[in-house]
């Protein structure tokens, strides 16, 4: 069964750092894109940022552009999502996703439509809540 598991949640005050990972089984991240996704309370899934693993492309949403570094350790089967400078803005619950592979280049408006469908595997989310 194929699976996401995020993991690196927690409290964390303003201005600090978290670091999250998501873990697959049973795929392997070079045929996939894989993008962290947010859910703050009350609030629409947004997209936060992508990495295509296979070539090592990112993006990124603006509200995170210099703050969040997403990575990859192909052979471990691992993605992160560091994330410092942190605001209260940043609380959600942040899911990893797999899709299709991205192609160089991508525009972000493109690529944040992926927040409401296209991705074909999906984790369960780790909560990230910053105190002011």
């Known amino acids: 069964e194929v699976q996401l598991v995020e993991s690196g949640g927690g409290l964390v005050q303003a201005g600090g750092s978290l670091r999250l990972s998501c873990a697959a089984s049973?795929?392997?991240?070079?045929?996939?894109?894989i993008g962290w996704f947010r859910q703050a309370p009350g609030k629409e899934r947004e997209a936060v940022s992508f990495?295509?693993?296979?070539?090592?492309?990112?993006y990124y949403a603006d509200s995170v552009k210099g703050r969040f570094t997403i990575s990859s350790d192909n052979a471990k089967n691992l993605v992160f999502l560091q994330m410092a400078t942190l605001q209260t803005e940043d609380t959600a619950v942040y899911y990893c996703?797999?899709?299709?592979?991205?192609?160089?280049?991508?525009?972000?408006?493109?690529?944040?439509?992926?927040?409401?469908?296209?991705?074909?595997?999906w984790g369960k989310g780790t909560l990230v809540t910053v105190s002011s």
């Open positions: 996703a797999a899709g299709p592979p991205l192609g160089y280049g991508v525009s972000w408006n493109v690529l944040k439509t992926l927040a409401n469908g296209g991705m074909d595997y």
């Open positions: 990495i295509n693993p296979s070539e090592g492309h990112t």
């Open positions: 049973e795929f392997t991240f070079d045929d996939y894109g």
